[in-house]
């Protein structure tokens, strides 16, 4: 089946650094993929959607240069968590639909950022 | 907007009791729905999906009906096991015309006991 990969799973930073998380479609072109962010014992907050190749869609509330996102290829997109601080501590899940697919979503395992 | 509730947990049953999760949603057009599962540790999975009223889907015997005149999709599964114990998130997309957005419900853990 279509396999979705990030990594890392966990990473802990101090504050003011940036974070890099990458999310890779492994077995098929994403042509689009969502970024989601989870809060503990909360649903999952869609923050930006991007399609390969051109800008990413913030929601709205979302600060596009806070969290920068890049789909430069079919099997890859990244987002930075740029200067974190604590409050940027979270799960960050990534999911992707492929190229003539039914639309159904594939999701990564997700990424556990601490920020110290 | 779109919004979906479903039933807070955490829910704690007992080893082949029946499992109930409600799910209800408020959309502008006519969405599909979905339940997705998260087991420890792991991302989320679909697990069962319905694309438009009336249909049924079901997955592993969990099993869930998308009522249009109630707006809900009740989740279902008759004799829970251990492994079901996870987190479960209903959820609804207006579909490729929205770009698949997926707007989620806030998810109902489940913990099945021996």
């Known amino acids: 089946g279509a396999v979705v990969s990030q990594h890392p799973s966990r990473v802990i930073c101090k504050s003011g650094t940036s974070v890099k998380i990458e999310c890779r479609s492994l077995?098929?072109?994403?042509?689009?993929m969502f970024w989601y962010r989870q809060f503990p014992k909360k649903s999952l907050m869609l923050m930006a959607t991007?399609?390969?190749?051109?800008?990413?869609?913030?929601e709205q509330g979302v600060e596009k240069d806070k969290f920068l996102i890049n789909h430069a290829s079919l099997t890859l997109s990244t987002l930075t968590v740029t200067s974190a601080h604590p409050e940027d501590s979270s799960f960050y899940i990534c999911?992707?639909?492929?190229?003539?697919?039914?639309?159904?979503?594939?999701f990564g395992e997700g990424s556990r950022l601490t920020v110290l | 907007g779109n919004s979906v509730t479903q039933m807070e947990g955490p829910v704690t049953l007992s080893e082949e009791a029946f499992l109930t999760i409600n799910c209800t949603y408020t959309?502008?057009?006519?969405?599909?729905l979905f339940w997705y599962v998260q087991y420890p540790g792991e991302g989320l999975q679909l697990l069962l999906k319905a694309t438009k009223a009336d249909d049924k889907g079901s997955n592993k015997g969990f099993e869930a009906t998308y009522r249009k005149e109630t707006t809900s999709f009740h989740l279902e599964k008759g004799s829970v096991q251990v492994s079901d114990s996870a987190v479960y998130f209903c959820?609804?997309?207006?579909?490729?015309?929205?770009?698949?957005?997926?707007?989620f419900g806030g998810g109902t853990r489940v913990l099945v006991k021996p």
């Open positions: 077995d098929f072109q994403a042509t689009t």
């Open positions: 999911s992707a639909s492929y190229r003539g697919g039914t639309g159904e979503l594939f």
């Open positions: 959820a609804l997309s207006e579909g490729k015309a929205a770009g698949n957005k997926l707007t």
């Open positions: 991007s399609n390969e190749g051109s800008k990413a869609t913030y």
């Open positions: 959309a502008t057009g006519y969405p599909s």
